[in-house]
């Protein structure tokens, strides 16, 4: 229980630290919103300052950010000059879409990448060895930037599926079989490019674990009393290799982040990513702060897990 | 079921490997290992090179300046090469027409057969400037005006895209390289110090750095860009690119490199030389950076096509190298139009090229991670 609690205390204190750093790279920052409204002739500087002051960007740093914390405890986490709206709403919807979208892709990747690398590992130096080899080469090596251009052409190409967006025109009016089908088919191709891109790294990890329990004594052991193989791979060696890949469970939830930002952008999925691009280009730095707690929160949260998780299966952390 | 006495076998012959390190005075290479890998090191290093100096010498090689538009030719397809002229004569140099657009179809190219214009070799063209230096006039090849030849196509400006890719590739590798050089060696002294002296110093930096390694990179990269000016001239943006992607990735070389240092400090030969009474300085000079040396040098290859692409991610969202300085970001920008996707697929080649350097960025990770055992980072 104190493990549980000091791995909280510390992603609290992440994530107070990652405001603390928005705001004083936000203060750093040359412009802002505004900026543009002052350059309109039509609009006299005394709305702007009015402007300015009625959202209390004229107060100092220590100011803005106290008022800024007490709005993250109302739930509003800031309030966005280009929505006019709070902050925390317009992520909330986001968030989940990016949620869906990064979590299908990884429950995809795991389920297949594991034992993919559990087969390679152990016909290590064959055929299937070499051919992965490639193949993961290969998919190292094609940008998610790439690789997301090339699945919306071929979308466009074959109209296999739609592109662009989460829901069909005048999908409200369908029923919900109907409404989840909608969303499963646009959600094909940008979910495709992250499994894609996520899959290579979880074989890699995969047989390299599995080769060093391989190596043990107890697998040996294990076969010499005639334990049928599938049973001794998938009930005895997996189990013992499971800690490195929970451990990749936590360190790839930024990588798959990244990506899902870069898919979204370009498919016009209605994650995160988007809505951060939007912000940046139109100076709203409070929605920008907001994104990145978002993501800073989705990736501590995943570390979260994964340290949980460890803790659970290896006795050897909790000996700690 | 042999499975486990093969890798077994295996892992008993990897280790049975003397334990190699670039700098020759410390091992001699014995038996078969490192000396035979040696070469294939090369293998990865000399097409990097080859391609880094067909992209520094881009005036050179490229036809065109990456400015130059003809507007007559937009997203023309790349230029056919012939051999056989109309008359049925065999040309031994390859040779290509003018290429007109008719005026009634737009996006539709044909080619004038009443001349023909062979491909010449160092000809003379478009001025550029050699390292900043000199200014020169020849190129690699070419044809005589008025034809114009473009093996990669155009794009919608009607610039020859096999120029721009060169050009972009200087902007695009040379800030990826510059990034991995700053981010390394950022990550490394700091890390060396917290290594080094430990205390309230390494658990600060140690902290500091987690705050970084707690955003998903693009996030933080598109965060700090956030907060920078949006208008800035090309060679700024450049400047502001190569600094943010290098000082953002700051903290994982240097958490790595702290290790190293943390087990280098402990060492008898070091705790000799202090009991000796030599400054921390000379100690850090002289025992303990030389053992991240492999580190330091592995992570470098690692960042730097890690880096690339997020300078080209940075500018194809319009946020780092801007128009019309190409960068292999903003040349893929284009490619979010239906049409110039569907049809132009010459378009694709910054693509295409990023996978060739990846791939062999990843190749040289792997050959320096075999060469000096690190294991996977």
New interface residues.
């Given amino acids: 229980m104190r493990y549980y609690t000091r791995r909280l205390l510390h992603t609290i204190f ?2 107070f ?2 405001s603390v ?2 705001f004083l ?2 203060e ?4 802002e919103f505004f900026d543009e409204m002052r350059l309109n002739p039509q609009i006299s500087p005394e709305t702007v300052v009015a402007l300015r002051h009625q959202y209390g960007l004229d107060k100092p740093l220590a100011v803005r950010y106290v008022r800024w914390v007490q709005s993250v405890f109302k739930g509003e986490f800031g309030f966005s000059f280009a929505y006019n709206r709070p902050v925390a709403p317009l992520l909330m919807s986001r968030a989940r879409n990016t949620l869906l979208l990064t979590l299908t892709a990884t429950l995809f990747a795991w389920l297949i990448g594991i034992p993919w690398g559990v087969w390679i ?2 016909r ?2 064959k055929w299937p060895d070499h051919f992965s080899t490639v193949v993961v ?1 290969g998919l ?4 998610d ?2 690789l997301a ?1 090339v699945a ?2 071929v979308a ?2 074959t109209g296999w599926f739609p592109v662009g967006g989460m829901v069909s025109l005048g999908s409200s009016e369908w029923g919900p079989a109907h409404k989840v089908e909608d969303v499963a088919s646009h959600l094909f191709c940008p979910a495709l490019v992250l499994f894609l891109g996520s899959l290579p790294t979880i074989i ?1 990890h995969a047989r ?1 674990a599995m ?1 060093g329990v ?2 043990s004594g107890f ?2 052991a294990a ?1 010499a009393h005639g334990i049928s ?1 599938r049973r001794l791979l998938f009930r005895h060696a997996l189990p013992a290799a499971a800690g490195p890949l929970i451990s990749l469970v936590g360190i790839s ?7 899902s ?2 898919v979204e ?2 498919m016009g999925w209605p994650g995160i990513g988007p809505l ?2 939007e ?3 139109a ?1 709203d ?1 409070y929605l ?2 907001g ?2 707690i978002f ?2 929160a ?3 949260a995943g570390n979260l897990v994964a340290d949980a998780l460890l803790y659970r299966i290896d006795p050897r952390i909790r000996g700690e | 079921m042999a499975l486990a006495d093969k890798s077994a076998s295996a892992r008993h012959a990897s280790d049975a490997r003397p334990v190699p390190f670039l700098t020759p005075k410390r091992q001699a290479p014995t038996g078969t290992g490192p000396a035979q890998r040696a070469g294939k090191l090369w293998l990865a290093l000399i097409p990097l090179a080859a391609v880094h100096s067909l992209v520094m010498f881009a005036g050179f090689f490229a036809p065109e300046d990456y400015a130059e538009q003809d507007r007559t030719l937009p997203l023309a397809p790349p230029s056919r090469l012939h051999f056989v002229d109309p008359h049925g004569r065999f040309h031994v140099v390859p040779f290509v027409y003018r290429i007109v657009p008719p005026p009634a179809r737009p996006g539709d190219y044909l080619e004038d057969q009443s001349r023909v214009f062979p491909i010449g070799i160092l000809v003379r063209g478009t001025p550029y400037r050699v390292a900043g230096i000199f200014t020169s006039r020849r190129h690699l090849f070419g044809v005589e005006a008025p034809a114009k030849i473009f093996l990669l196509g155009r794009d919608e400006y009607g610039r020859d895209q096999l120029s721009r890719l060169l050009y972009g590739g200087r902007v695009s590798l040379f800030a990826g390289l510059l990034a991995a050089v700053l981010s390394v060696t950022t990550g490394a002294l700091l890390g060396a110090c917290a290594g080094f002296y430990g205390g309230w110093l390494d658990g600060a930096l140690m902290r500091f750095s987690e705050l970084f390694l707690a955003l998903p990179w693009l996030y933080l990269l598109l965060a700090v860009r956030a907060f920078l000016p949006l208008r800035v001239s090309p060679s700024e943006a450049l400047l502001l690119a190569i600094t943010i992607v290098g000082l953002v990735g700051w903290a994982r070389p240097a958490r790595l490199v702290r290790g190293v240092v943390l087990s280098a400090r402990g060492r008898s030969y070091v705790l000799a030389a202090r009991g000796f009474g030599a400054s921390d300085f000379y100690l850090i000079r002289r025992h303990v950076l030389p053992e991240t040396f492999g580190v330091v040098l592995t992570q470098a290859a690692l960042l730097a096509p890690q880096y690339i692409l997020a300078e080209v991610t940075l500018s194809f969202f319009g946020l780092g190298v801007g128009e019309p300085v190409p960068s292999w970001g903003n040349m893929l920008t284009s490619l979010l139009r239906y049409y110039v996707l569907s049809q132009c697929w010459w378009m694709l080649s910054p693509g295409l090229a990023l996978i060739g350097v990846s791939l062999l960025y990843y190749l040289l990770t792997s050959l320096l991670q075999e060469r000096l055992r690190i294991g996977q980072l």
Wanted: zero cysteines; a positive charge; glycine letters at 6%.
């Fill in positions: 992440l994530i630290g990652v750093l928005s790279f936000m750093l920052a040359p412009g590992a152990v290590k130096g080469t190292v090596s094609v940008p930037l790439l251009l919306l052409l466009m190409r890699r390299t080769l391989l190596d697998v040996r076969q193989s939830v930024g990588t798959l982040l990244s990506a930002l870069l952008a370009i951060l691009l912000a940046i280009l100076r730095l920008v702060v994104a990145v993501s800073t989705f990736l501590v």
